[in-house]
Nanobody
Framework: QVQLVESGGGLVQAGGSLSLSCVTSGSTLSLGVAGWYRQAPGKQRELVADITRGGNSNYADSVKGRFTISRDNAKNTVYLQMHSLKPEDTAVYYC?????????WGQGTQVTVSS
């Protein structure tokens, strides 16, 4: 059974940094397009950034220049480095990855940025 497991969330002060990881397991198939999404209380889930196997990435305007998505294909792992964090970045961050014939979601990790 395919699983995506996020780690690295936590509490940080505004202006600080955090790094998230998402590890894929349970399949011999390679991880395809993968991305990070977030959902703040009372808001819809939104795309933060995504990346293809070849390394082409796409970012939400709100995080451009502050967040960097990367991946290690050999480890089926996707990363999100977050810098200059703002209180409005507070949300549950979810990893999504395409494996085989469908997308899978992780369980989410909480990121809280205090002012």
């Amino acid at each position: 059974q395919v699983q995506l497991v996020e780690s690295g969330g936590g509490l940080v002060q505004a202006g600080g940094s955090l790094s998230l990881s998402c590890v894929t397991s349970g399949s011999t198939l390679s991880l395809g397009v993968a991305g990070w999404y977030r959902q703040a209380p009372g808001k819809q889930r939104e795309l933060v950034a995504d990346i293809t196997r070849g390394g082409n990435s796409n970012y939400a305007d709100s995080v451009k220049g502050r967040f960097t998505i990367s991946r290690d294909n050999a480890k089926n792992t996707v990363y999100l480095q977050m810098h200059s964090l703002k209180p409005e970045d507070t949300a549950v961050y979810y990893c999504k990855g395409f494996v085989g014939f469908r997308d899978y979601w992780g369980q989410g990790t909480q990121v809280t940025v205090s002012s």
